[in-house]
């Protein structure tokens, strides 16, 4: 078996990642390149400039080109997409088998998911069909119905889609001389890929990627994604409300809230004072520590309160017992944790990339989830017409059949 190569290609819309990776002979996943670079062009997840997000994405590249010292490695990338105009529906199909009794096939299955495709206007495009389960002649939670005897055959699967506007617009600032766009992959799915462990996926879990932006939301039930949205805030309002308290330009705030910021005022010391970086000449300013925590813990409540309005409205009764899980860079706020586990309770944790081998540190961090995830994403969904033969609409080809496997937990971790 020959090696395979594998590109992401993050756009966040405070930085752009590319990945360069290779699947060796074992199975296991060699990151070879990185570059990732300050976005421009991109705003709560969207292109609003195609050549502002062009040069970013080309910068990335060959950084990520420079680091193993040659180019034209990239070829086709799996890219992720955010913004609010993503949303996300559960449907449910039934294949009446009597007519002609004969095990269910891939082509049925395939048959079921392209049959589960929401009416959707033109303005839409379905992202994502990922089977949920199947009910197998009143026999509940099946997962592979494959070759299996059966009359009635229902499917539960859960759709993401978005505006198609926005995706065009992002496969355009991917493609290039060397690069395609292989698949675009909403980004809180990639970072649920890389951080989400099988017994969270299993009890259920809430994942939350707080980007500079946006953040992602997606809600796993036994073992599939059951909800999926995306707000238009994240960690850049904090900066944005800090420097307008502060007074002080963006920079600054973001450097503040960066190195002393906490959006848990009560776990910040009374008498701490901090010196702010001076600016435009202005004279060395000190304030309380704790008056920093004010407008981040208002803005960043504001945003978990969203994010529970969504999951109420998703239908969701029961908060999972696999709890909520943040990733992102928002998730490295000082005091996140405890402020999140007084909203919706324990277990609240931080997700980082992990567990694929010679994974290199500077990736394990929560800002890279979506990146690393993109390749795992890749990796399972790549080689799928041999084994299921479930088709997955894509926005980047949305009338290519493209052949996708349902998602199992192959890939290598580390132990321990
Ligand atoms: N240590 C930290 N404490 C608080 N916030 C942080 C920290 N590190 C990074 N951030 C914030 O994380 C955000 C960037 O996160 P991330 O890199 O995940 O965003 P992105 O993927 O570029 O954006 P998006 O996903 O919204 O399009 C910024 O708002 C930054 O201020
Ligand atoms: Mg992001």
Known sequence: ???????????????????????????DLKIFGIGSVPSEGIQRGRVENIEEARASVSAALAEAQRYIGRESVASSAYVSVS??????????EILDN????????????????????????QTQQVLHVIPMGYTVDGLT???NPMGLAGNLVEMEAHVVVGESIVLQN?????????????????????????????????????????????????????????????????????????????????????????????VDPESVPSDEEIELPTFQGQHRRSVPRRALAGPLHDRMTEIMK?????????????????GLVLTGGGAQMTGLLEMAARIVGEPVRVGYPYGLYGLPDQLRKPTFSA??????????????????????????????????????????????
Request: glycine share 10%; charged share 25%; proline share 4%.
């Open 1 to 27: 078996m020959r090696d395979t190569f594998y590109t992401a290609v993050d756009i966040g819309t405070s930085k752009v990642t590319v990945l360069l990776s290779r699947v060796g002979t074992e199975g």
């Open 83 to 92: 913004g609010s105009h993503i949303s996300s529906v559960n449907r449910s």
């Open 98 to 121: 009597q007519a002609t009794p004969e095990d269910i096939s891939s082509k049925m299955l395939s048959g079921m998911l392209r049959g589960s495709f929401p009416k959707i206007d």
């Open 141 to 143: 939670g099946v997962r």
């Open 170 to 262: 992002t496969i355009k600032a991917v493609e290039a001389k060397d690069v395609s766009v292989k698949s675009l992959v909403m980004s809180g799915m990639a970072s649920a890929e890389s951080t989400l462990t099988g017994d969270e996926r299993e009890m259920g879990v809430v994942l939350l990627d707080i980007g500079a932006g946006t953040t992602d939301l997606v809600i796993y039930r036994q073992g599939t994604p059951w909800y999926s949205a995306v707000l238009p805030v994240g960690g850049y309002a904090l900066t944005r409300d800090l420097a307008a308290a502060l007074r002080s330009p963006l920079h600054v705030a973001e450097e503040v809230k960066v190195k002393w910021g906490s």
């Open 306 to 322: 969203m994010a529970l309005t969504h999951i109420r409205q998703a239908g969701m009764k029961d908060w999972p017992i696999g």
């Open 371 to 416: 990146a690393v995830g993109l390749l795992l994403w890749g990796i399972k969904h790549h080689d799928s017409a041999d084994k299921l033969g479930i088709p997955t609409a894509t926005a980047a080809e949305p009338k290519k059949k493209r052949w996708r496997f349902r998602p199992s937990s192959r890939r290598k971790v580390e132990t321990g």
